[in-house]
T-cell receptor, first 113, second 111 residues
């Protein structure tokens, strides 16, 4: 099992560009989420999904879009990149909503210039 | 919204010294999880606490959940250089699907 796979590992964007961060898991987990990590800020929840076709906002959803058409995939879209979105992005999945641990991908380091 | 406060933000110790990080929530938590993130890596699950007053041990690591289920701690006895990293607590308010992370405690160990 590969677990949670994120691509790309690194990305540089110019302000105003759009892109999609990919996340896939092969553990048949219903619950998937996206976090961003900034120095001194810990991990902040962007969006999450409790199953295919269902998504909801986290703490910092502005500027990001998600969809969940399959159980395996949960892409994160940046609609118009801004320097404030420079961060490390982690995708995570878990077996159930409350009591199972999160399995994280290796992260995507995004720089917006 | 729900907040989980974690202190200290940084801790530097000599190898062999003990280390403790604390988490506090303004609301009762249904459970709390602890994660470790090595430099350049991703968070890795360590343990989960669910019951009031629960204490769990993993070798030199001791985890506690407060009686009111609003606070938790991680204590490392006799730190080693392999303990270096950032330790995060993460909690869920009762009934919530959202796992909220503390800001983490970055531990450095001087050999």
């Amino acid at each position: 099992n590969a677990g949670v796979t994120q691509t790309p590992k690194f990305q540089v964007l110019k302000t105003g560009q759009s892109m999609t961060l990919q996340c896939a898991q092969d553990m048949n987990h219903e619950y998937m989420s996206w976090y961003r990590q900034d120095p001194g800020m810990g991990l902040r929840l962007i969006h999450y999904s409790v199953g295919a076709g269902i998504t909801d906002q986290g703490e910092v959803p502005n500027g990001y879009n998600v969809s969940r058409s399959t159980t395996e995939d949960f892409p994160l879209r940046l609609l118009s990149a801004a320097p404030s979105q420079t961060s490390v992005y982690f995708c995570a999945s878990t077996e159930d909503r409350v009591y199972s641990p999160l399995h994280f991908g290796n992260g995507t380091r995004l720089t917006v210039t | 919204g729900q907040q989980v406060m974690q202190i200290p933000q940084y801790q530097h110790v000599q190898e062999g010294e003990d280390f403790t990080t604390y988490c506090n929530s303004s609301t009762t938590l249904s459970n709390i999880q602890w994660y470790k993130q090595r430099p350049g890596g991703h968070p890795v699950f360590l343990i989960q606490l669910v019951k009031s007053g629960e204490v769990k041990k993993q070798k030199r690591l001791t985890f506690q959940f407060g009686e009111a289920k609003k606070n938790s701690s991680l204590h490392i006895t006799a730190t080693q250089t392999t303990d270096v990293g950032t330790y995060f607590c993460a909690g869920r308010q009762g009934g919530s699907e959202k796992l909220v992370f503390g800001k983490g405690t970055k531990l450095t160990v001087n050999p």
